[in-house]
C-alpha cells in the first residue's frame, strides 16, 4: 500500500509540477495584493455570470432542449476563452503561484484531513481514504516538483533559448530538445530527495486509517505488544525503499553525466 500511493502520488505530482514548473518560469506574473484582488473579482463576476445564466434558464429557457441549453452555454465558454485567450496563460501562471504557496505554506497532514474531513462537509462528496491519501501526495510533491522544474529551468543559460530562437523552432520544440535535456540532468538530485521524501510522508496518512506501512505496523503491536521488533522492522523496510530509490537515481545521475 504504502508503494502504491508513492508511486501514484508522485506520478501525478510530476505531472502537475512540470506544467507548473514551465508556466510559472516563462510566464511572469507578480502575485500582489493588486493582482489578488484582481483574481478574487473575476471569480466573483464568474460565479455571478453562472448563476445569471442559470437563472435566466430555468425561467426564460425552460422550454428548450437540455442539448441546445448545453451547446448555448459550451458556446459562451468558448467565446470566452477566444476573447481573452492572450490572458490564459497569466492566469494559469497566477494560478500555480497561488497553488504553490498555499500547498508549500501549510502540512502535509493538514491537507489530508481537509481533503478527508473537510470537503465531504462542503461539496457532499465522500470520499475514500486511499484516495484521499493518493491526492493528497499528488498536490503536495507537485508543489515541491513545481520548484525544482523552476529551479532547473533558470539554471540553463539563456543563450541555448535564444539559439533555438535564432534557428525558428517553436518554444515546445525548444523546450523539448534543447533546454529540457539540460534541465533534466540538473533536477535529478533534486527530485531523487524528493521522492524519499514522499515515501516518508506516507507514513503520515495514519491519521486518517490508511492502511499503510505504519498502520500495519502499529495493528501489529496491537496484537503482540512487541513494539521494539516492529517498529525496528518497519524502520529497516523504510531503510531498504529509501536506499532503492537513491541508489536508482544515483545510476539515473552517472548515465547522463555530461563528460
Not at 58 to 66: H, I
Request: hydrophobic share 60%.
Amino acid at each position: 500500500m504504502t508503494i502504491q500511493i508513492t508511486l501514484l502520488g508522485l506520478i501525478g505530482g510530476t505531472i502537475i509540477g512540470f506544467m507548473s514548473g514551465v508556466v510559472t518560469t516563462y510566464v511572469k506574473v507578480l502575485v500582489t495584493w493588486k493582482t489578488s484582488a484582481i483574481a478574487v473579482v473575476s471569480v466573483v463576476a464568474i460565479s455571478v455570470l453562472i448563476k445569471l445564466a442559470s437563472w435566466i434558464g430555468v425561467n426564460y429557457l425552460s422550454g428548450v432542449p437540455d442539448w441546445a441549453w448545453f451547446a448555448l452555454q459550451a458556446a459562451i465558454v468558448l467565446a470566452v476563452l477566444w476573447r481573452f485567450a492572450a490572458y490564459i496563460p497569466v492566469a494559469l501562471s497566477f494560478l500555480a503561484q497561488l497553488y504553490i504557496l498555499v500547498i508549500r505554506g501549510t502540512p502535509i497532514v493538514v491537507q489530508v484531513m481537509f481533503i478527508y474531513f473537510a470537503l465531504p462537509l462542503i461539496f457532499g462528496w465522500r470520499i475514500d481514504a486511499l484516495l484521499a491519501a493518493i491526492f493528497t501526495l499528488v498536490i503536495n510533491s507537485g508543489a515541491y516538483i513545481a520548484e525544482i522544474v523552476r529551479g532547473a529551468l533558470l539554471s540553463v543559460p539563456k543563450g541555448l533559448k535564444e539559439a533555438g530562437q535564432a534557428m525558428g523552432l517553436p518554444f515546445y520544440k525548444i523546450l523539448a530538445y534543447i533546454i529540457g535535456p539540460v534541465a533534466l540532468r540538473r533536477m535529478i538530485p533534486a527530485m531523487g530527495n524528493q521522492c524519499i521524501i514522499s515515501l516518508k510522508d506516507s507514513s503520515l496518512f495514519i491519521v486518517i486509517g490508511v492502511a499503510e506501512l505504519t498502520r500495519q505496523g502499529q495493528e501489529i503491536i496491537a496484537s503482540n505488544f512487541r513494539s521494539v521488533e516492529i517498529w525496528g522492522a518497519v524502520a529497516v523496510i523504510y531503510l531498504i525503499l529509501t536506499g532503492i530509490i537513491a541508489l536508482t537515481l544515483k545510476f539515473i545521475e552517472h548515465r547522463t553525466q555530461i563528460v
